[in-house]
C-alpha cells in the first residue's frame, strides 16, 4: 500500500497535499481499495466552503456509495473535472491524476490536526 510521505492524513482516509494556503485533497490508496471499481464521484462547485469534518462530496463505487469528508475549514477554489469522465483515475493514481477538490485553507493552523505518513499507517494498523 502507498502511503507517501510528502502529505497529510484525515482519520477518514483523506490525503492532503499542503501549498502555501492552499490544499489539494483526494483518497488514499487504502480507501481506493476498500472501495473497489470507482464509478462515480459527485464533487462541490467552485466557491462552495465547508467546516472542517462536513461532507463535500460522494464517492460511488461498485461496493459502496461513501461521503467525501473535509479535513480543513476553506472555500474550494478548483475541482478536478476530469473525474466526471473518467472515475476511474481515483483507483489507479489516487495521488495524482485522481485528486479531487483544492481548498483555500480558512485556518492554516487546522493542518497541525491532521496525521503524518507514520501516524497514518498507525491508524491502519
Known amino acids: 500500500m502507498n502511503i507517501p510521505e510528502n502529505l497529510k492524513y484525515s482519520k477518514e482516509h483523506e490525503w492532503m497535499a499542503v501549498e502555501g494556503d492552499t ?3 483526494g483518497i488514499t490508496d487504502y480507501a481506493q481499495g476498500e472501495l473497489g471499481d470507482v464509478v462515480f464521484v459527485e464533487l462541490p462547485g467552485v466557491g462552495d466552503t465547508f467546516e472542517i469534518q462536513d461532507a ?3 464517492i460511488e ?9 473535509c479535513p480543513v475549514t476553506g472555500e474550494v477554489v478548483e475541482i ?3 473525474l466526471e469522465d473518467a472515475p476511474e483515475t481515483v483507483n489507479s493514481d489516487p495521488y495524482g491524476k485522481g485528486w479531487m477538490i483544492k481548498i483555500k485553507v480558512d485556518n492554516i493552523a487546522q ?12 491508524l491502519l494498523g
Open 23 to 25: 490544499v489539494t485533497v
Open 61 to 69: 463505487a461498485v461496493k459502496a456509495v461513501s461521503d467525501l469528508y
Open 111 to 122: 493542518l497541525d490536526d491532521l496525521l503524518d505518513a507514520d501516524a497514518y499507517k498507525e
Open 80 to 82: 478536478n473535472e476530469s
Open 56 to 58: 463535500f462530496g460522494t
